[in-house]
């Protein structure tokens, strides 16, 4: 059974800090997703990432997937409140399944 | 274009009655997810379902749990005989034609035991 391992489980830092989540996962996947969630809201996509070595960046966050590690990294530089929220990586079966595992996502607070 | 609609937004029941959770996918899906959240944790797959068809339904409870998805209208996520324990957030996600595009998530549905 595929499993999902984000670290940390939650992040508090200073405004203007760079921070990285990692996001491990035990057997190979042929996609990999970062997703956004506020309290009490829906999750947003922010990067899907398909194939080894793929960079995807969008303001101050970038993600990364090395599959032969079963890693992916998702990279916060120079953090601002907005970016306050939970991240969830979602690593998808291989084949022509649409099942997402998720982590146990990463709450990140950015104080002021 | 509208998102992945979800109704209702809260449902309160109490235990023993059945909870029916709706969702409309994003116009052009055709490809339909069930997870459920339990607060202060991921979300955890329950079902892929397509038009009138059940795909995946390897995370559904074997019992009291069961979703269609019919060729009109919306799917439907039914829990019979509710327990405390069902109590979560039920989000419903939808894809285009090829599974590997990302799915859209609707705002969920709060479900609440009492």
């Known amino acids: 059974e595929l499993k999902v391992e984000q670290n940390p489980l939650f992040l508090s830092m200073q405004e203007g800090k760079n921070y990285t989540i990692y996001c491990n996962y035990s057997?190979?996947?042929?996609?990999l997703y970062w997703y956004r969630q506020d309290p009490g809201k829906s999750l947003e996509s922010l990067f899907v990432?398909?194939?080894?070595?793929a960079v995807k960046q969008e303001g101050r966050l970038m993600a990364s997937l090395d599959t032969k590690a079963r890693l992916s990294t998702l990279h916060i530089t120079a953090a601002v409140h907005d970016l306050s929220a939970t991240y969830f990586c979602?690593?998808?079966?291989?084949?022509?399944?649409?099942?997402?595992?998720f982590g146990q996502g990463t709450t990140l607070q950015v104080k002021p | 274009n509208a998102g992945v609609m979800q109704n209702p937004r809260h449902l309160v029941r109490r235990r023993g009655q059945e909870a029916r959770l709706r969702c409309s996918p994003m116009?052009?899906?055709?490809?339909v997810y069930w997870y459920r959240q339990l607060p202060e944790e991921g979300l955890k797959f329950m079902v892929y379902?397509?038009?009138?068809?059940?795909?995946?339904e390897s995370g559904m409870p074997k019992e009291r749990f069961s979703a269609e998805f019919p060729k009109e209208g919306p799917s439907i996520l039914r829990i019979q005989q509710v327990v405390r324990g069902d109590s979560a957030a039920y989000f419903c996600?939808?894809?285009?034609?090829?599974?590997?595009?990302?799915?859209?998530f609707g705002d969920g549905t709060r479900l609440s035991i009492l």
């Open positions: 379902l397509q038009k009138e068809n059940i795909i995946d």
């Open positions: 116009k052009g899906h055709s490809h």
């Open positions: 057997t190979t996947s042929d996609r």
């Open positions: 979602a690593v998808g079966l291989e084949g022509n399944t649409g099942k997402l595992i």
């Open positions: 996600a939808s894809s285009p034609n090829s599974p590997g595009q990302p799915q859209h």
């Open positions: 990432l398909l194939s080894n070595g």
